[in-house]
């Protein structure tokens, strides 16, 4: 089943065109690095095949479902069910603990008690399990970016949205996240879209998808690791 | 949310503690402000009350005018006055009191009625001599329609029926006589006369104007000194209902030409006075509360500005904006309910303490009303509502996406 199914997307601010025409299909359990420079419109695709931002024409599918026709309601119910997101900054809850902000998503369906349990596994996994009871400001960045992504898995999401999540952190960190998000890719099948201007990191993806001026430059698929 | 708001709330401590004192502030402030206020005015309405019944029927006092005399002399002509007609017509007495005590002893809404007779003389004790209010009442049925029996503090009202000639002084009246209990002091008469009455009691208001000038006979005594025999000059009424003591004044004034009057309408300048009173009390609280409002909304204001990266993931992980909007009209909820409460154990607690307070002649008079700790309770809390919902509804409009492309 296709995770993704984009038909020419078309993403405007004003008179400039962020996104040309985009036509794109992404393949369920893909590891899949949208690469460009600044202002290749690499961000923009990101929130639109999310449905975090509209879109002027075109259609996007996720999971089968066109999400820029769904009703607000069912968008915030489907991204909370069907996605989670990882941004450059952590956007951590300043006043929660760190497996409560893990929990966070969960919360919102009332699961919080359900899943409290994977969510100390995912600490554990994470090697963060010392950060339970710390708030954001008595972690390192590394563990709070560890943390955002244990919230971005914590309901279980059949597509991980990254952008930029190595951004903010130095190369031990930046090494030891996007191993994560390759195991969660092998192990779950989850389909991880991860924007990302380093070259290094965008090799251990199995596609490579390069934007510029809002349009596709190239589109590789690497040999599977 | 909930646990999210209180996470909010006690995160930033000084400002939530500086919004619930406000709060507080504004509900406590409002119980003891209105409480005292209502306490005075209903004190002062007794007074009225305690003194003169609900309802006043007197005769009717009229100005002459040219309309009044047409066609008392020359039916059917035009009169041309050299010298208009002007002038008061009056009767000092009131013409059909048995009449009236026949006709309020069937209506439902009158409890008892009273007779009186009062005109103003003049008293002396050797050398000394006062202008006086003298009144002649029923020692039997004035105290069903007024409280004047229980501001006798010596002797009894009953006592001026046990002779004639019996009176009642009022305390200051009396030191100014030099006079005590027992002593016999002369009375004047509109006419002249000088009639000696004896002291059997002394009557004590704490107002002093009464307790100058009052001087309590029986009605026989009184007639007698004024040298009207059979006559009255009014007739007090107590009613069920103070309140709508105008309404039934209305009603009984199409009985008869006699002036019908509540106690509201012939103190209409003290109730103007209270009305004005109560109107600054509103708008002294009323700016009070806006002050402790606009405090409530600079604090959530800055919150929802300095929380907008967390207001986005929250966003982006299925919270709505709804979810948002709740979130900071919880935490204005959860503050100004607390600081209501606390309002009202403050206001209560203040309230207690300021009647103990006494004051020259009497305590500090504080009303008790639970209506007051409901409205003080519910104004702050939909003010603190109405505050936090704006920047509440500002929460719920920001856009995730906006908010990560400003901080990316």
């Keep these: ?225 | 949310m909930f646990e999210l708001a209180i996470k909010y709330i006690f995160s930033r401590k000084l400002q939530s503690l500086l919004m619930l004192i406000g709060v507080a502030f504004g509900c406590g402030g409002y119980i003891v402000f209105t409480s005292i206020q209502t306490g005075f005015q209903n004190f002062l309405k007794e007074r009225l009350i305690e003194n003169n019944g609900h309802i006043t029927i007197r005769s009717r006092e009229d100005y002459i005018t040219t309309d009044s005399l047409a066609g008392v002399f020359f039916q059917g002509k035009n009169i041309y006055w050299i010298t208009e007609p002007s002038g008061k017509r009056s009767h000092d007495y009131l013409q059909s009191a048995w009449y009236w005590q026949k006709r309020l002893e069937k209506l439902p809404y009158v409890v008892a009625n009273t007779r009186r007779i009062e005109a103003t003389t003049t008293c002396s004790r050797g050398s000394f001599s006062r202008s006086i209010a003298l009144r002649g009442i029923d020692p039997v049925n004035e105290p069903k329609v007024t409280n004047i029996a229980e501001d006798i503090i010596e002797g009894k009202l009953q006592m001026l029926s046990s002779g004639n000639n019996m009176v009642i002084v009022g305390v200051e009246l009396l030191k100014f006589l030099g006079a005590k209990v027992n002593d016999t002091i002369n009375i004047i008469n509109p006419n002249g006369h000088v009639y000696p009455v004896k002291i059997v009691g002394i009557y004590s208001s704490g107002d002093r104007r009464n307790d100058e000038s009052l001087v309590l006979g029986s009605i026989t005594t009184v007639q007698n000194i004024l040298e009207s025999p059979g006559k009255i000059t009014k007739i007090v009424v107590k009613t069920v209902d103070a309140n709508k003591a105008a309404l039934f004044a209305q009603e009984l004034s199409h009985y008869s030409y006699d002036k019908v009057e509540s106690w509201d309408q012939a103190n209409i300048n003290f109730l103007s006075m209270t009305k004005q009173q109560t109107l600054i009390r509103q708008i002294t609280m009323f700016t009070f509360i806006l002050v402790v409002s606009f405090g409530i909304y600079n604090v959530l204001n800055m919150l929802v500005y300095q929380k907008q990266r967390e207001i986005a993931i929250l966003r982006s992980i299925g919270y709505t904006s709804a979810d948002t909007v709740i979130l900071f009209l919880l935490q204005g909820a959860l503050i100004s309910i607390a600081g209501g409460v606390i309002g009202l154990i403050a206001g209560y607690a203040a309230c207690s303490y300021i009647q103990t307070i006494k004051l020259p002649g009497r305590p500090m008079m504080v009303a008790w009303d639970l209506s007051i700790y409901i409205w003080g309770f519910m104004l702050v809390i939909i003010s603190a509502l109405f505050a936090s919902f704006l920047p509440a509804k500002n929460a719920g409009r920001l856009s995730p996406i906006e908010i990560i492309r400003r901080t990316e």
């Design chain 1, 1 to 225: 089943m296709m995770a993704i199914e984009a038909q020419k997307v078309v993403k405007s601010f004003g008179d400039f065109a962020a996104l040309k025409s985009i036509t794109l299909n992404i393949p369920g359990g893909e590891f899949v690095a949208i690469t460009g420079k600044s202002g290749s419109g690499k961000s923009t695709l990101f929130y639109s095949l999310s449905g975090l931002d509209t879109i002027n024409s075109g259609h996007v599918r996720v999971l089968g479902k066109n999400i820029h026709a769904m009703p607000q309601d069912e968008l915030h119910d489907f991204r909370n069910t069907k996605m989670g997101f990882v941004f450059q900054f952590h956007y951590l809850v300043s006043e929660l603990t760190g497996l409560e902000n893990i929990l966070l998503p969960a919360k919102k369906k009332n699961l919080h008690k359900e899943k409290r349990e994977y969510a100390l596994y995912l600490l554990d996994y994470f090697a963060i399990a010392h950060c339970k009871d710390k708030l954001p400001s008595q972690m390192s960045g590394g563990e709070r970016q560890r943390v955002a992504v244990a919230r971005s898995l914590i309901m279980n999401p059949e597509i991980i949205f990254a952008d930029e999540p190595t951004g903010n952190l130095d190369s031990i960190n930046s090494e030891i996240v996007m191993n994560i998000f390759r195991e969660i890719n092998l192990k779950n099948k989850t389909t991880v879209i991860l924007i990302t201007h380093d070259d290094e990191y965008a090799h251990l993806a199995d596609r490579e998808i390069r934007l510029k001026d809002g349009e596709i430059e190239s589109d590789v698929h690497y040999k599977k690791r």
